[in-house]
């Protein structure tokens, strides 16, 4: 009950008394008197009610030593009473505004707290840190819980799973209340619920180590996407108005949540068709296959090696929406490969098996003319069509068996064409400078065809880092030649797992070779300025830890676990 001194003020009350006074006569006094005070003697007093209720007295007491006349004394009750009625009439307003007042600041405070939680709640798409942000808003609110947890209800789950928590929530098996009837039925009628003494409630078993446990639903589109727990070892902890405030941050929460969990289902879906997407350019050569993904969980995994060095990149820090464009890059970064030619991409040796064939009639036709014996050149010739490098001695062969002429009547032909000589003159790998340069354009190629694909804002940058993954720091790379600064650290980051996953896996042109092996070729390639020596050095030291990410990233985890996790 508010006081009455608060409910009747000082600008409104002592006119009134003073017209009470002049009425009543000299020495008269007209007081207001709290209910609870000692009562003065020889003072007629008139009780002050507000909705029924006994709020205090009106005293009106004569002056010291005289004795009322008959006729005031008759009068008194009457006016006391009328001057009383006046003051409860003002109490009675003075009531309703201090509770319109009330009413409108809890509006207030309700609508600030909807305005911050709205903020807070929806700065993310992600569902753990939307379930993070509610339990920071539950502690900053004073609720007085010791322990919180924010469990998750998938699209077309019946399962509860906990995401997010503080306090005791392992010691004190927080995740199990989502076993009890209790969390059950809160759940089905979506209605918030605070039990102050759980040995007392039949729908508890001690699921969990607590004495009392508010629960409030959050629902999205009249479905319960998920809970919020709070709890506390003793009993008698909540009120009803902490249910009021969670229910208010529970209605933007559930919100919050459901959108994240549509957004999350989208992300899978989009993720889903660029794993397809890569799995289908590299379907296209059987030696290359899984290279997309490998390339963008290697890249991952080495993003976070960077992002927890305090070495060479203290400053850099990569949120979870810089893992998932730097993922999608790998996925894509060979997507322009579409555009290149099967016999072109798929080319094992510098000649065709059905060119080599060819040849090898012209060397039997040779052997029939002049009785030569042709294997032995064929063979040799076989070696150097496959093999990555051309010999000097190897090189004379070739031009030795490219003069030889065989003549069949009137008619002569050469064992080699001019075009067999310059392939099989190539100095390193098995592609005419015409086939690398096609080769050269998928980076180009690729930002041509996902130029038209309307990708999130977080991922500004995927097409500058697919586009720049095969540039080098020397300004040797393709297709801009840029150089140092020009070119993003993820390209960078993309470029050196690109090269060490393309130098561990067999191609058509060579074996697998060991890790070792990779990362001394890395360090050549760094030592010449082509790619980030920083780079390479985080991988060498770390590389075990890299390859185990890649296999853990496989399963597609949440990469904002994924970057807080300690790195193994």
């Given amino acids: 009950m508010v006081p009455l001194r608060r409910l009747l003020k000082k600008r409104l009350l002592a006119p009134l008394l003073d017209r009470a006074e002049t009425f009543l006569g000299p020495g008269w006094q007209a007081r207001v008197r709290e209910h609870g005070d000692t009562p003065p003697t020889a003072c007629h007093s008139e009780p002050l009610r507000l909705d029924g209720a006994l709020v205090g007295y ?16 008759a009068v008194l009750p009457g006016m006391a009473r009328f001057v009383a009625d006046c003051l409860e009439q003002a109490i009675a307003g003075e009531a309703a505004k201090r509770s319109l007042a009330a009413e409108a600041l809890g509006k207030y405070r309700e609508i600030s707290l909807l305005h911050r939680a709205t903020l807070s709640l929806n700065g993310s798409l992600r569902p753990r840190d939307a379930a993070q942000a509610l339990l920071l808003e539950c502690r900053q609110g004073e609720i007085p819980a010791e ?17 997010a928590g503080y306090g005791e929530v392992g010691d004190w098996h927080m995740a199990d209340t989502a076993r009890s009837t209790l969390f059950w039925d809160v759940a089905r009628t979506q209605k918030g619920e605070i039990v102050n003494d759980l040995d007392r409630d039949t729908r508890w078993r001690g699921e969990a180590r607590l004495g009392s446990l508010l629960l409030c639903p959050l629902c999205a589109a009249s479905r319960c996407v998920g809970m919020l727990a709070l709890g506390a070892a003793t009993a008698g902890r909540f009120e009803a ?81 810089d893992l998932e464009e730097l993922l999608f890059a790998g996925l894509l970064h060979d997507v322009g490969k579409i555009g290149i030619r099967e016999e072109v991409l798929t080319k094992a040796t ?7 064939d060819v040849i090898g009639q012209r060397l039997a036709l040779e052997a029939l003319v002049t009785g030569a014996l042709a294997d032995a050149d064929y063979e040799r010739l076989s070696r150097i069509n496959a093999g990555d490098t051309v010999s ?37 790998g098995n592609l005419t400078p015409e086939e690398r340069r096609e080769i050269e354009r998928h980076p ?51 470029a050196i797992v690109d090269i060490y996953d393309a130098i561990t896996m067999a191609r058509h ?27 390479v050095e985080l991988l060498a030291d770390n590389i075990g830890a890299v390859e185990a990410d890649c296999q853990r990233l496989e399963g597609r985890p949440d990469l904002t676990a994924f970057l807080e996790a300690d790195l193994a």
């Fill in 444 to 494: 180009a190629e690729s930002h041509r065809i996902l130029r038209h694909i309307p990708f999130p804002d977080n991922m500004a940058r995927l097409l500058d880092i697919i586009s720049q993954h095969h540039e080098r720091l020397d300004g040797s790379g393709y297709p801009g030649g840029l150089k140092d600064a020009d070119i993003l650290l993820q390209s960078r980051i993309i």
């Fill in 350 to 356: 510098r000649l065709s098996q059905g060119t080599m």
């Fill in 392 to 428: 000097r001695e190897d090189a004379l062969f070739v031009a030795g068996l490219g003069a030889r002429q065989v003549g069949i009547g009137d008619r002569s032909f050469s064992l080699l064409s001019e075009r067999e000589i310059t392939c099989l003159l190539i100095p390193r």
């Fill in 509 to 535: 042109y060579k074996p697998a070779l060991p890790r070792e092996k990779a990362l001394g070729i890395l360090w050549q390639e760094a030592r010449a300025g082509r790619i980030d020596a920083r780079l």
């Fill in 241 to 321: 108005s902490h249910l009021q405030y969670v229910g208010t941050l529970a209605t933007v929460a559930g919100i919050a949540l459901g959108n994240a969990l549509h957004f999350e289902s989208v992300q899978g879906l989009i993720n889903s068709l660029m794993q397809a997407l890569a799995t289908a350019i590299d379907a296209r050569d059987p030696f290359t296959a899984g290279h997309s993904q490998r390339v963008a969980r290697l890249g991952v995994a080495l993003a976070r090696v960077v992002h927890l060095d305090r070495r060479f990149f203290p400053d850099v820090c990569f949120s979870p929406n």
């Fill in 58 to 73: 009106l005293d009106c007491c004569p002056p010291p030593a005289a004795c009322p006349e008959s006729a005031r004394a």
């Fill in 147 to 163: 322990a919180g947890m924010v469990f998750l209800r998938a699209p077309g789950s019946d399962t509860f799973t906990p995401i």
